[in-house]
């Protein structure tokens, strides 16, 4: 029977076309407003890394001034990112499973092929343990081992774009780049990955995309290299060489640790109570101790990566889809209605209440899901002109399919909640209302 | 068959109350033709929409093939319907946007029949029409008398025991008119009970028996094919009714 029932769903669109492109587009609109909203919030509250998100955490100390809190609307926060020696150390006492310092920088790239013109790449200073710690993909090579961190080897691992761009694609892995002069040995070029939110470095942005190559964090001081990213200070420091701004109180280094168990986090805090602590004697780190580390749903929640705001226009959108709904309802009983003599005869031939009941259903239910493949183009729209007006282009707002499923679901559920009135009316139609007039 | 008793039937607006039947009785037996005549107004359709289970009744006893279906739940009305009852509207009430065979199919569909005996009783129901070949075309492309075949053949397709016939000839020509009415007589030929509600005298006395409503109530009834003498022998004999016996 419901095949029957889709067969007569769709003589009837067809019998009526303007009345149903009227519903369709009314379910349509609302759904790609509703599913457009929700799937930048779905993207954007969603665990980047569910397999450990709860053994990653990221680190911050108070090394802020005496004299006020690093945030004057929450002085109990520590700064959000560490000093470059802080990290430096942190990662020298290898107190967790992993660790890896981080910051931004970018490097101008000499062109393998002499007609070719330089160009500059973001690159993601960093320790070798940030690829197994993030469960970074590779396609070719992997990551570099501590004995590089620990020699300052000038290795580099590719993005997979930024491998096609230099290497066409092909395994470059033993390859050598030339960087601000100096020569670079590559030796891992990893797979798309685009972790949604960048949930290891919210601070310069949690929706930008994975930076075009890593290479040591150990290589910092021997390039003197700068960060790119946002840095903060406090104290008035006489910088005239890049080892004094190196061993600086401005805090500039995103500062992650990996921990076997939850278990081990009371043991970390108290590592790094007793690392302050130390500092403290050497006459740093002036506040009372303040030091937290933070799992990654945690330091999403902390940068706030889900604005209030992203929740109300949520919810807003919802409400415009119900305002779409209360269209549909108006139309489908305008359609309904016209089908009154077809409802008596169908009755008269046999058809209880519920078979009508069904029929009707079936119908809106028919239109809900036109509506909603409809409304997914509008989604996809939507979330184009979303990645333009925040200059994202590489699609790392886009429509996954449970959004795809949730996106028809929903029109399909949502059409047939707007059809139960109508189809109740019409059900009600006496069999022998029309009959005599038709 | 079908036994009304002292039905009444009134139609209530907020102004006016209207006796639409008033202590109708009527009795019709298996295999009997009736035509049911009288004036606008007279009840004629009231009559056949509650003999065939279309609307309610206030007062009075109404027996369907033995059952009384006074009590019955809409549900089990739709199903009476469905499995029991045949009906031929004058303004054919065919739906527009399906062909014959899926017209046909209508009330096979509500019965769940399996789709292979649909088909054949569709194919059956067209072939006795002579619209077979026509199955795949929508009712507009078919003239009057066509259509209303067309909604014969959704009538008998179901095989039911009971024909209900509103002015089948209503909105047909005279010539179409007598092929529809050949239609009907075939029909009952094979067995099937028919009750027909016609203005046209003519075609009335081609039924075994004519019942003349008027206000409501069984003004007269007629035997219109069967000899005086034999009419009176049976009256005799108290055996009713009387077309059975021709």
């Known amino acids: 029977m419901f095949k029957y029932n889709v067969k007569l769903a769709l003589k009837s669109m067809r019998r009526n076309p303007v009345m149903t492109a009227l519903m369709v587009a009314a379910i349509a609109v609302g759904i790609g407003v509703s599913i457009t909203t929700l799937t930048v919030y779905y993207m954007m509250s969603s665990n980047p890394i569910p397999e450990k998100s709860d053994l990653l955490f990221a680190i911050t100390l108070d090394s802020w001034s005496p004299l006020r809190p690093f945030d004057d609307d929450a002085p109990e926060r520590a700064p959000h990112q560490v000093t470059f020696h802080d990290a430096e150390r942190l990662v020298a006492l290898a107190k967790a499973r992993r660790q890896a310092a981080m910051f931004e920088s970018s490097l101008i790239i000499e062109p393998l092929d002499q007609d070719d013109l330089p160009f500059e790449a973001g690159a993601r200073v960093t320790s070798g343990d940030f690829f197994a710690m993030f469960n970074v993909p590779f396609i070719y090579g992997g990551g570099w081992d501590k004995s590089a961190d620990a020699a300052a080897e000038p290795v580099v691992v590719l993005s997979r774009q930024l491998n096609e761009r230099l290497f066409g694609g092909e395994d470059s892995v033993g390859?050598?780049?030339?960087?601000?002069?100096?020569?670079?040995?590559?030796?891992?070029?990893?797979?798309?990955?685009?972790?949604?939110?960048?949930?290891?470095?919210?601070?310069?942005?949690?929706?930008?995309?994975?930076?075009?190559?890593?290479?040591?964090?150990?290589?910092?001081?021997?390039?003197?290299?700068?960060?790119?990213?946002?840095?903060?200070?406090w104290k008035s420091e006489e910088i005239t060489s890049f080892e004094q701004w190196l061993n600086s109180e401005a805090v500039w280094v995103q500062y992650f640790i990996e921990l076997d168990s939850t278990r081990d986090r009371e043991e970390y805090v108290a590592h790094l109570d007793a690392y302050v602590s130390e500092q403290k004697r050497l006459g740093r780190f002036e506040r009372p101790l303040n030091n937290h580390i933070y799992n990654v749903e945690q330091w999403m929640e902390y940068h706030e990566v889900v604005a209030n705001d992203s929740k109300v226009l949520v919810g807003l959108s919802f409400l415009f889809l119900v305002v779409c709904l209360l269209s549909t309802i108006a139309l489908t009983l305008t359609k309904f209605v016209g089908k009154k003599a077809e409802t008596s005869l169908r009755r008269a031939l046999g058809a209880s209440r519920k078979t009508i009941f069904n029929q009707q259903i079936v119908e809106v239910g028919v239109i809900g899901f036109s509506g909603g493949l409809i409304g997914l183009l509008l989604v996809a729209l939507g979330l184009q002109g979303i990645e333009y007006l925040y200059d994202s282009p590489g699609g790392l707002v886009r429509l996954d399919w449970l959004m795809v499923f949730t996106a028809v679901g929903i029109a399909i559920v949502s059409s047939m909640i707007a059809g139960l009135y109508p189809a109740w009316r019409v059900c009600k139609i006496p069999p022998a209302a029309q009959l005599k007039t038709q | 068959m079908l036994q009304m008793t002292h039905i009444q039937k009134i139609y209530h607006t907020e102004l006016v109350q209207t006796h639409a039947l008033r202590e109708l009785s009527v009795s019709v037996t298996g295999g009997e033709f009736v035509a049911v005549t009288g004036s606008s107004g007279s009840g004629k359709t009231t009559f056949l929409n509650i003999a065939g289970l279309l609307e309610s009744f206030e007062h009075g006893t109404y027996l369907l093939d033995g059952e009384n279906v006074s009590g019955l739940s809409d549900d089990e009305r739709s199903n009476y319907r469905n499995q029991k009852i045949g009906f031929i509207f004058q303004s054919f009430n065919l739906i527009p946007d399906l062909n014959l065979?899926?017209?046909?199919?209508?009330?096979?569909?509500?019965?769940?029949?399996?789709?292979?005996?649909r088909r054949q009783r569709i194919e059956h129901a067209l072939e006795t029409v002579g619209l077979a070949s026509r199955m795949k075309h929508i009712p507009a492309q078919l003239s009057g008398g066509q259509q209303q075949r067309v909604a014969i053949a959704r009538a008998i397709a179901g095989q039911p025991k009971f024909l209900l016939a509103d002015e089948p000839t209503g909105n047909l020509d005279t010539v179409m008119a007598h092929q529809v009415m050949e239609l009907l007589e075939e029909i009952h030929a094979n067995g099937t009970t028919i009750v027909m509600v016609t203005h046209d005298p003519e075609l009335a006395n081609r039924a075994g028996r004519t019942i003349q409503l008027v206000d409501g109530c069984v003004q007269a009834e007629e035997y219109p094919n069967i000899q005086e003498e034999v009419l009176q022998a049976a009256r005799l004999n108290g055996s009713q009714p009387l077309s059975a016996q021709i």
């Open chain 1, 175 to 233: 390859n050598w780049l030339t960087m601000e002069g100096t020569r670079f040995q590559v030796v891992g070029v990893i797979d798309s990955w685009e972790p949604t939110p960048r949930f290891y470095d919210p601070i310069n942005g949690a929706f930008q995309e994975v930076n075009d190559m890593f290479i040591p964090y150990a290589l910092t001081r021997v390039l003197e290299l700068q960060s790119a990213g946002s840095d903060w200070g």
């Open chain 2, 101 to 117: 065979f899926e017209n046909v199919d209508v009330p096979l569909r509500y019965r769940r029949l399996p789709s292979s005996e």
